[in-house]
């Protein structure tokens, strides 16, 4: 038998009174639980802390350390509030317990009825005051008269979001706009912010006409909450007011 005793100047041979390398398998604390004495790296296994060590190599590896994002798997003590990006680790639904989304069809028939609303009575006030005013020959007044029915129909609109949240037509056909964040009226900025972007570009020769239709078509393509332009200048949704 061998009588060899470890040599001071060998690394590799390992004595009786050394603890295991990377700390061992020793220590009574629950396994993730606790900085392992003797570990050359965070997280190696053993030590007094018991297998898994302290905090692992990155956040959120197994063996302790906070997570990579509150409520992490893997992480220190977990809970927080979940991924804020809504992608199924456990953020809430802004519209969680709000009325479904008004349909698109619903939504371009109250526009139809607000538009003839403002545009009706305006175009007969006007053509009164301009008599003998024909439409297809004078391209200035037209363009004046559009100018101001614009204009109305930003005051109309606006008055009407911030007090109630629904215009004539969207009364007409049970749908209102209300907060994304928490179903309220769009009392002050956002009922004005909204009516603004929606009615005023149009006062801008061509580019005008072209941002308004980009804006009232974007909510066909939009997900998840089939917002227009002014919608998201807002921060609102459009929801049916029956369910």
């Given at each position: 038998?061998?009588t ?16 295991p ?9 629950s ?38 994002y ?22 809430a639904d ?37 008599w ?28 009407m ?83």
């Amino acid at each position: 038998m061998s009588t060899d005793q470890p040599r001071d100047d060998d690394p590799f041979q390992k004595r009786p009174s050394e603890p295991p390398p990377y700390g061992g398998a020793g220590g009574g604390a629950s396994p993730g639980s606790g900085q392992g004495a003797g570990a050359p790296y965070p997280g190696g296994t053993g030590g007094t802390g018991g297998p898994g060590g302290g905090p692992g190599p990155y956040p959120g590896a197994p063996g302790g350390g906070p997570g990579a994002y509150p409520g992490a798997p893997g992480g220190g003590p977990g809970g927080g509030t979940g991924n804020p990006y809504g992608d199924g680790f456990g953020a809430a639904d802004p519209l969680a317990g709000m009325p479904p989304l008004a349909s698109r069809w619903k939504r371009l028939v109250a526009r139809i009825i607000d538009g003839l609303l403002v545009a009706v009575p305006v175009t007969v006030v006007f053509s009164a005051a301009t008599w003998g005013w024909d439409p297809w020959d004078d391209s200035g007044k037209s363009t004046g008269l559009s100018i101001i029915i614009a204009v109305v129909y930003f005051v109309y609109e606006g008055l009407m979001l911030t007090t109630r949240g629904q215009t004539v037509g969207k009364m007409a056909m049970q749908i209102r706009v209300a907060m994304l964040d928490n179903g309220a009226v769009p009392e002050g900025r956002p009922g004005w912010t909204r009516a603004a972007v929606y009615s005023l570009p149009e006062v801008v020769p061509c580019c005008g006409f072209v941002f308004w239709l980009i804006n009232v078509l974007w909510c066909t393509w939009d997900d998840p909450y089939h917002q227009c332009i002014h919608d998201k200048a807002a921060k609102t949704v459009v929801v049916s007011t029956v369910q």
